[in-house]
């Protein structure tokens, strides 16, 4: 099992960046690949970005150059830096975990969620 508790959510203005937190525990596996999602009301949940324990990133389209997932192995937290934040990147945010190496934003492909923070961004 592997635990997932999300941070750092809160409410910005247009242009604005905020910075999101994923504590992470219960991880024993030497291969992983960790995600941040994310769904707005009324709409399917969305993949945003993934990192995998050799670092390779993959992002979404609507937030290439402006976000950042990273993560720190030794705190075992995943991060996401967010810049140039407007109103369509509102929504609740999601960590996830996949006990493996893989190669999409599927939500379906993830096996660990955590409960989500909310970022609200205001025009």
């Known amino acids: 099992q592997v635990q997932l508790v999300e941070s750092g959510g809160g409410s910005v203005q247009s242009g604005g960046s905020l910075r999101l937190s994923c504590a992470a525990s219960g991880n024993r596996y030497s291969s992983y690949t960790m995600a941040w999602f994310r769904q707005a009301p009324g709409k399917e949940r969305e993949g945003v970005a993934l990192i995998r324990t050799s670092r390779i990133t993959q992002y979404a389209d609507s937030v290439k150059g402006r976000f950042t997932i990273s993560q720190d192995n030794g705190k075992n937290t995943l991060s996401l830096e967010m810049n140039s934040l407007n109103p369509e990147d509102t929504a609740m945010y999601y960590c996830?975990?996949?006990?493996?190496?893989?190669?999409?934003?599927?939500?379906?492909?993830?096996?660990?969620w955590g409960q989500g923070t909310q970022v609200t961004v205001s025009a």
């Open positions: 996830a975990h996949n006990p493996g190496v893989i190669f999409t934003l599927n939500p379906g492909d993830y096996a660990y």
